[in-house]
C-alpha cells in the first residue's frame, strides 16, 4: 500500500498542494520556507494521530483557521481536518464505507512512519542504541539490568578503594617481626621485679656488713669472744640462707626492651586485623564482579535472543554494530542501507517513508535509496532544496508548481 495521491490545504507554510507521486521515488524541492518540508509533515500528520500532534501542535497555516490533508492509499482513503482546535478523522474503503475506529486502524497500518534513515545515520552511537533497542522486543528490562549493573560497579569501586587502602596499611606494618610474644609485655612489672631485686641485694649486703664488723669485733674485743662467735654463727647461718644474686643488668635491659616489643606487638595484631578485613573485602568484591558478569551475560544472552529488524545489527559496548563492527564506521552507503532496511521492516503494510534534509544526499547516495526503493517495492519522499530531476515536484510560496 503506497500514496497514491496527496492533497493538502493550510498544513504549516502549505497553501493548497496536490500531488500524485509518480514512481518509487518523490521528490519534494524547492527554496528554505517555502513549505517543502510542510509536504511531508502532511503525510505524517494525517497518519500518525497523538504522537503526530505532539512533534506539530500547531498544524494550521499562521492567518487561517481550518486545514485538510487527504491520501489516497489505493486501498483506503484517509482524509484529516483541523478547525478551531478541534481535528477530525475519516479512514474509508474503496467502497466509501467509514471505519469504526479510524485512528487505532491507522495504528496498525503505519507502524512507525515516522523513522527517518537518515536522522538514524546522523544520531550518536547512544542515541542510535536507545532507537534501535525501541524497535526490539526483549524479555528483560535493560534499564532495570543497567541500573543493577551500576549499583553493583559502584559498590565495588569503594570494596576496591577500601581493598588498596588496606594493602598500603600492611605493606607500612612492614614485615612480620619473629620471636615477638603475642600480648605486650608489663614494664610495670618488670619496674617492680627490679625493685624488688635491689632490696633484697640491699639486706644481703647489709647482712655480709655485719658479719664483717662482728669478726672485727672477735679480733678487737677478745673479752666479748663469747658473745661474739655466737652472733657470728648466726650471722652466717643467715648468709647461708640467702638466694642468689638477682640479675639487676638483665632486668634493667628488658625494661628498656619493653617499649619496643609491644610496638611490635600491636604491629602485629594490627596487621593480624588489616590481614582479616582483606579477606573480607576480597570475598565481597569477588561477589561483586561475580554479579554485574551475570548480568552482562543476562543482557548479551537476552541482545542475542532478539530479533533485530535487519539482519547483521546488533548491539556492542560503544553502540549499534553492523557485522560486528560500530554502525558509526560502516561507510556512508552501508549506513544508508542499513537504515533504509530497517524503515521498510518497521512499514510492511503501508510502504511509504519519509526522508528530511535530503539535500545532504549526493548522487551515488540518491541512486542507492532509489534502487532499494525499487527493489523492495517502497516509495519514498524526499526533501531536498535543489533537485533537478523531472520527477521532482517545486513547492513555492506554500504552493506546487505546475
Not at 482524509?79 to 478523522?89: D, M, P, V, Y
Not at 652466717?236 to 635491659?253: F, G, N, S, T
Not at 519514498?380 to 505546475?402: K, N, T, Y
Amino acid at each position: 500500500m503506497k500514496i497514491i495521491r496527496l492533497s493538502a490545504e493550510n498544513i504549516k507554510r502549505l497553501k493548497a498542494v496536490e500531488i500524485t507521486p509518480d514512481g518509487t521515488v518523490q521528490v519534494i524541492t524547492g527554496k528554505n520556507a517555502a513549505g517543502k518540508t510542510s509536504v511531508l509533515d502532511a503525510i505524517w500528520l494525517a497518519l500518525g494521530g497523538g504522537a503526530a500532534s505532539k512533534e506539530t501542535p500547531r498544524p494550521i497555516r499562521d492567518g487561517e483557521d481550518h486545514a485538510s490533508v487527504t491520501l489516497d492509499l489505493g486501498d483506503l482513503v484517509v482524509t484529516r481536518t483541523w478547525s478551531k482546535g478541534a481535528t477530525t478523522l475519516t479512514v474509508a474503503n474503496a467502497d466509501g464505507a467509514r471505519y469504526g475506529s479510524p485512528q487505532g486502524m491507522l495504528d496498525a497500518l503505519v507502524g512507525r512512519l515516522s523513522f527517518d534513515p537518515l536522522a538514524f545515520t546522523r544520531l550518536s552511537p547512544r542515541d542510535q542504541s536507545a532507537a534501535l533497542l525501541d524497535l526490539v522486543d526483549l524479555d528483560v528490562d535493560l534499564d532495570d539490568l543497567a541500573r543493577r549493573r551500576q549499583g553493583a560497579y559502584d559498590t565495588r569501586t569503594e570494596v576496591g578503594r577500601d581493598l588498596r587502602a588496606l594493602n598500603g596499611q600492611i605493606v607500612g606494618l612492614g614485615p612480620v617481626e619473629e620471636g615477638v610474644p603475642d600480648v605486650e609485655v608489663s614494664a610495670a612489672d618488670l619496674a617492680a621485679a627490679f625493685q624488688a631485686g635491689l632490696e633484697a641485694n640491699r639486706r644481703a649486703g647489709d647482712a655480709r656488713q655485719r658479719l664483717v664488723n662482728a669478726r672485727g669485733i672477735v679480733e678487737q674485743l677478745e673479752q666479748d669472744l663469747v658473745n661474739a662467735r655466737a652472733s657470728a654463727k648466726a650471722v652466717q647461718a643467715e648468709v647461708a640462707a640467702l638466694p642468689e644474686p638477682v640479675d639487676i643488668d638483665a632486668l634493667d635491659a628488658q625494661i628498656r626492651a619493653a617499649d619496643d616489643t609491644n610496638r611490635a606487638v600491636r604491629r602485629n595484631a594490627e596487621r593480624d586485623v588489616a590481614i582479616a578485613r582483606r579477606r573480607e573485602l576480597t570475598a565481597t568484591h569477588d561477589e561483586l564482579t561475580a554479579t554485574i558478569e551475570a548480568i552482562d551475560a543476562q543482557k548479551a544472552a537476552a541482545l542475542a535472543a532478539a530479533t533485530f529488524p535487519v539482519d547483521g545489527l546488533g548491539f556492542g559496548e560503544g553502540g549499534v554494530t553492523f557485522g560486528g563492527v560500530p554502525f558509526t564506521q560502516a561507510s556512508s552507503a552501508e549506513q544508508i542501507r542499513v537504515s533504509l532496511a530497517m524503515a521498510m521492516a518497521l512499514n510492511p503494510r503501508l510502504r511509504v517513508i519519509r526522508i528530511l534534509d535530503g539535500s545532504l544526499l549526493d548522487t551515488e547516495s540518491m541512486e542507492l535509496i532509489a534502487a532499494a526503493a525499487a527493489e523492495h517495492d517502497f516509495q519514498c519522499w524526499i526533501e531536498r532544496v535543489e533537485d533537478d530531476s523531472e520527477a521532482a515536484v517545486v513547492i513555492e510560496d506554500g504552493e506546487a508548481l505546475a
